[in-house]
């Protein structure tokens, strides 16, 4: 039994390459408390929580990713990051979920197919997006 596929905190700055992070109790990448890291083309799916959740002024680097089945990036309580060139698919919340005072850069980003929006931000100050695709399922209208 697993609880987060990878969990970084207090400064650590790891590096995850061509990893599958699947079925994990809570989620798949989990950063906090000012953890930092880069995580590069890895596939993240069928975990129960967010595949992708950073919080606690954590400033990971997410890149190359593939983000399915429920496993939606969510920052909140001041979370940074930069995201960039990841594909997020097929989830039943947003794709991307930004909310209290997070920044997070989120560029050349695909996130398409979800049940909800595809990108969802509240009581954020400013968030920094930058030549996203999104599709619109078949039959949508």
């Known amino acids: ?38 995580f590069i083309e890895n596939k993240i799916y069928a975990n129960n929580f967010a595949g992708v959740w950073i919080t606690s002024n954590s400033d990971p680097t997410i890149r ?10 969510f920052f909140n309580f001041k979370g940074q990051g930069v995201i960039e060139e990841n594909e997020v698919y097929s989830n039943t919340l947003a794709g991307v979920w930004v909310t209290t005072g997070s920044t997070p850069v989120l560029r050349r980003n695909r ?8 990108l969802f931000w509240t009581l954020v100050r400013e968030i920094y997006c930058c030549k996203h695709f999104f599709y619109l399922k078949k039959n949508f209208f």
Do not use: W
């Not at 190359?64 to 990036?73: M, P, T």
């Open 111 to 118: 996130i398409h197919s979800g049940k909800q929006v595809r």
């Open 64 to 73: 190359y990713l593939y983000i399915n089945i429920d496993g939606n990036c």
């Open 1 to 38: 039994m697993y609880i987060s596929g990878f969990e970084v905190k207090a400064y650590a700055n790891p590096t995850v390459v061509r990893c599958e992070i699947h079925h994990g109790q809570t989620g798949g990448i989990y950063v906090h408390e000012k953890g930092r890291g880069q």
